[in-house]
Nanobody, 115 residues
Framework: QVQLVESGGGLVQPGGSLRLSCAAS????????MGWYRQAPGKERELVAR???????NYADSVKGRFTISRDNAKNTVYLQMNSLKPEDTAVYYC?????????WGQGTQVTVSS
């Protein structure tokens, strides 16, 4: 079993920045993928960015050039640096951990971009 603890959400003005963190604990196999998804009201959950244990990354087109995903394998922690935030980035952000064909999810953290 894997547990995920997220932090770093909040309220920010358009153009501002936030950094999300997600720490995984439990039995962690070295080959895994960590990532962030988001879900806005009335919309489906969508991939924001993900990173493998070998540091291969991919991003949603809507966040390319603004968001950066990174990880610290020693701490089993993934980060999402979000810059140039827009109102349309407002959503609940969920940490995702994939390992051995199974997905684990964090509880979600609210990100609100508003003036």
């Amino acid at each position: 079993q894997v547990q995920l603890v997220e932090s770093g959400g909040g309220l920010v003005q358009p153009g501002g920045s936030l950094r999300l963190s997600c720490a995984a604990s439990g039995y962690i196999f070295s080959i895994n993928t960590m990532g962030w998804y988001r879900q806005a009201p009335g919309k489906e959950r969508e991939l924001v960015a993900r990173i493998t244990s070998l540091f291969s990354t991919n991003y949603a087109d809507s966040v390319k050039g603004r968001f950066t995903i990174s990880r610290d394998n020693a701490k089993n922690t993934v980060y999402l640096q979000m810059n140039s935030l827009k109102p349309e980035d407002t959503a609940v952000y969920y940490c995702n951990f994939w390992m051995r064909g199974r997905d684990y999810w964090g509880q979600g953290t609210q990100v609100t971009v508003s003036s």
